[in-house]
C-alpha cells in the first residue's frame, strides 16, 4: 500500500474525532504495536463507536497510514524550520540532525511509533520502493546527499547508504536516551552528529 496515496475520505475534513483517532491510535501502537492495537480498543480509547472509524478511514492499514504520513509531515516540517539553504552542506546537515534528534528526544510517543512503522511490513515495503527507484519524491536529507555527492564533500555511496550511516546512531542514541540508559546533553549530542558528520564525508 502507498502511504503517500492516503488522504482524507471523499467529502471528509478534520474533525476533534478524527483527530481523536489519529492520538488513540499512536498511543497505543506506541506502547502495544501494531498487533496490540486493534479497531476496537482504538475506538475505546478514542471515545468513539467502531463504526465512526470507518467513516474516517476505509481500514486498520489505512489509519496507519495516514498517522505515519501525519508524523512524516511534522518532522518533514520541523526539520526545514530555519534550514538556510544558503549554507554549506555540512552546515544544514548538522542542523537538520540536531533537529531530527531533538525532536525524537521531545516526542517519545512518535519515535516509539515511527520506529515500529519503519521495522514493520509498512515500513520495509516503503524503504524498498525507495532503494529500488519506485518513488520519485526526495525528502530533504536526501536532497541534501544528493547535493553532497555532486558537490564531491560526501562519499560516492548510493543514498540509502549515507542515510543508514546517519539515521541509524541516531536511532539508537534516542532509543537508549528513551530507556535512561544514555543522558542525551547539548555536548554529546554535538559530538554525536560531528560523528555521523565524519562517518559520510570525503
Request: charged fraction near 30%; glycine fraction near 6%; proline fraction near 2%.
Amino acid at each position: 500500500m502507498n502511504v503517500h496515496s492516503c488522504k482524507l475520505r471523499d467529502g471528509m475534513k478534520r474533525t476533534a474525532k478524527r483527530d481523536d483517532i489519529i492520538k488513540a491510535s499512536l498511543d497505543l501502537i506506541a506502547e502495544h504495536g501494531f498487533h496490540g492495537a486493534p479497531i476496537a480498543l482504538i475506538a475505546e480509547k478514542a471515545g468513539v463507536g467502531a463504526g465512526t472509524i470507518y467513516r474516517y478511514f476505509d481500514s486498520k492499514d489505512v489509519l496507519i497510514a495516514e498517522l505515519y504520513r501525519e508524523l512524516e509531515e511534522e518532522i518533514v516540517s520541523t526539520l526545514q524550520e530555519g534550514c538556510q539553504e544558503e549554507k554549506s552542506v555540512r552546515d544544514r546537515y548538522i542542523f537538520m540532525c540536531r533537529k531530527l534528534l531533538e525532536y525524537l528526544i521531545t516526542h517519545p510517543l512518535n519515535f516509539r511509533f515511527m520506529e515500529q512503522y519503519f521495522n514493520s511490513p509498512y515500513g520495509i515495503s516503503l524503504r524498498r520502493d525507495k532503494i529500488i527507484g519506485k518513488r520519485d519524491e526526495r525528502n530533504a536529507f536526501e536532497r541534501l546527499f544528493e547535493e553532497g555527492i555532486s558537490r564531491q564533500v560526501l562519499k560516492d555511496l548510493p543514498v540509502y547508504v549515507l542515510a543508514a550511516l546517519t539515521f541509524s546512531p541516531i536511532v539508537s542514541l534516542v532509543r537508549d536516551h528513551t530507556l535512561g540508559l544514555i543522558n542525551l546533553d547539548g555536548d554529546v549530542i554535538a559530538k554525536s552528529i560531528d560523528a555521523c558528520w565524519d562517518g559520510i564525508k570525503r
